[in-house]
Nanobody, 113 residues
Framework: QVQLVESGGGSVQAGGSLRLSCAAF????????MSWYRQAPGKEREFVSG???????RYTNSVKGRFTTSQDNAKNTVYLQMNSLKPEDTAMYYC???????WGQGTQVTVSS
Protein backbone atom coordinates (compact mmCIF):
# COMPACT_ATOMS: atom_id res chain seq x y z
CA GLN A 1 0.00 0.00 0.00
CA VAL A 2 1.26 3.48 -0.89
CA GLN A 3 -0.07 6.81 0.30
CA LEU A 4 0.85 10.18 -1.17
CA VAL A 5 -0.10 13.27 0.80
CA GLU A 6 0.08 16.72 -0.79
CA SER A 7 0.09 19.96 1.17
CA GLY A 8 0.96 23.62 0.74
CA GLY A 9 -1.73 24.79 -1.61
CA GLY A 10 -3.61 28.03 -1.07
CA SER A 11 -4.70 31.31 -2.57
CA VAL A 12 -2.20 33.93 -3.69
CA GLN A 13 -2.12 36.96 -5.91
CA ALA A 14 -0.38 36.90 -9.27
CA GLY A 15 3.35 37.14 -8.84
CA GLY A 16 3.28 35.34 -5.52
CA SER A 17 4.85 32.06 -4.48
CA LEU A 18 3.80 28.78 -2.95
CA ARG A 19 5.67 25.60 -2.06
CA LEU A 20 3.86 22.31 -2.39
CA SER A 21 4.97 19.17 -0.62
CA CYS A 22 4.23 15.54 -1.42
CA ALA A 23 5.04 13.08 1.35
CA ALA A 24 5.06 9.41 0.38
CA PHE A 25 4.46 6.46 2.65
CA UNK A 26 4.60 2.75 1.99
CA UNK A 27 6.39 0.48 -0.45
CA UNK A 28 9.89 1.86 -0.94
CA UNK A 29 9.97 1.31 -4.70
CA UNK A 30 7.01 3.64 -5.10
CA UNK A 31 7.92 6.46 -2.76
CA UNK A 32 10.60 8.43 -4.59
CA UNK A 33 10.87 10.54 -7.75
CA MET A 34 7.24 11.61 -7.53
CA SER A 35 5.89 13.75 -10.32
CA TRP A 36 3.53 16.72 -10.18
CA TYR A 37 0.41 17.06 -12.30
CA ARG A 38 -2.36 19.63 -12.29
CA GLN A 39 -5.93 19.83 -13.46
CA ALA A 40 -7.81 23.05 -14.02
CA PRO A 41 -11.62 23.11 -14.17
CA GLY A 42 -12.85 21.82 -17.52
CA LYS A 43 -9.38 20.76 -18.62
CA GLU A 44 -7.47 17.51 -18.75
CA ARG A 45 -4.87 16.66 -16.15
CA GLU A 46 -1.42 17.70 -17.34
CA PHE A 47 2.14 16.93 -16.37
CA VAL A 48 3.91 19.75 -14.54
CA SER A 49 7.25 18.42 -13.33
CA GLY A 50 9.13 15.25 -12.56
CA UNK A 51 12.42 13.41 -12.54
CA UNK A 52 14.08 11.72 -15.48
CA UNK A 53 15.80 8.37 -14.99
CA UNK A 54 19.17 10.14 -14.64
CA UNK A 55 17.80 12.23 -11.80
CA UNK A 56 17.49 15.43 -13.78
CA UNK A 57 14.29 17.44 -13.53
CA ARG A 58 11.76 17.95 -16.27
CA TYR A 59 9.09 20.64 -16.60
CA THR A 60 6.26 21.46 -18.88
CA ASN A 61 7.09 24.51 -20.97
CA SER A 62 4.60 26.83 -19.31
CA VAL A 63 6.32 26.59 -15.90
CA LYS A 64 9.99 26.49 -16.91
CA GLY A 65 11.96 29.17 -15.12
CA ARG A 66 9.22 29.66 -12.53
CA PHE A 67 8.75 26.26 -10.87
CA THR A 68 11.43 24.10 -9.29
CA THR A 69 11.00 20.54 -8.08
CA SER A 70 13.27 18.90 -5.56
CA GLN A 71 13.21 15.94 -3.23
CA ASP A 72 14.38 14.91 0.20
CA ASN A 73 15.02 11.19 -0.04
CA ALA A 74 15.39 10.85 3.72
CA LYS A 75 11.83 12.09 4.13
CA ASN A 76 10.38 10.52 0.96
CA THR A 77 9.12 13.97 0.14
CA VAL A 78 9.06 15.88 -3.13
CA TYR A 79 8.60 19.63 -3.27
CA LEU A 80 7.35 22.01 -5.92
CA GLN A 81 8.48 25.59 -5.42
CA MET A 82 6.23 27.82 -7.50
CA ASN A 83 7.30 31.40 -8.10
CA SER A 84 5.89 34.19 -10.25
CA LEU A 85 2.51 32.52 -10.15
CA LYS A 86 -0.03 33.40 -12.83
CA PRO A 87 -3.83 33.07 -12.85
CA GLU A 88 -3.46 30.29 -15.42
CA ASP A 89 -1.59 28.24 -12.81
CA THR A 90 -4.86 27.89 -10.91
CA ALA A 91 -5.61 24.18 -10.62
CA MET A 92 -5.72 21.19 -8.36
CA TYR A 93 -2.18 19.91 -8.04
CA TYR A 94 -1.53 16.20 -7.63
CA CYS A 95 1.57 14.17 -7.05
CA UNK A 96 2.01 10.76 -8.56
CA UNK A 97 4.49 8.01 -7.94
CA UNK A 98 6.75 7.75 -10.98
CA UNK A 99 7.20 4.00 -10.55
CA UNK A 100 3.77 2.92 -9.38
CA UNK A 101 0.20 3.89 -10.19
CA UNK A 102 -0.60 5.87 -7.08
CA TRP A 103 -1.90 9.42 -6.83
CA GLY A 104 -2.35 11.83 -3.98
CA GLN A 105 -5.66 13.49 -3.15
CA GLY A 106 -4.55 16.85 -4.51
CA THR A 107 -4.04 20.34 -3.13
CA GLN A 108 -5.76 23.41 -4.57
CA VAL A 109 -3.78 26.35 -5.88
CA THR A 110 -5.69 29.52 -6.73
CA VAL A 111 -3.96 32.55 -8.23
CA SER A 112 -5.91 35.78 -8.50
CA SER A 113 -5.08 38.63 -10.85
Amino acid sequence: QVQLVESGGGSVQAGGSLRLSCAAFGFAACTHDMSWYRQAPGKEREFVSGFANDGSTRYTNSVKGRFTTSQDNAKNTVYLQMNSLKPEDTAMYYCKSKWCDYWGQGTQVTVSS
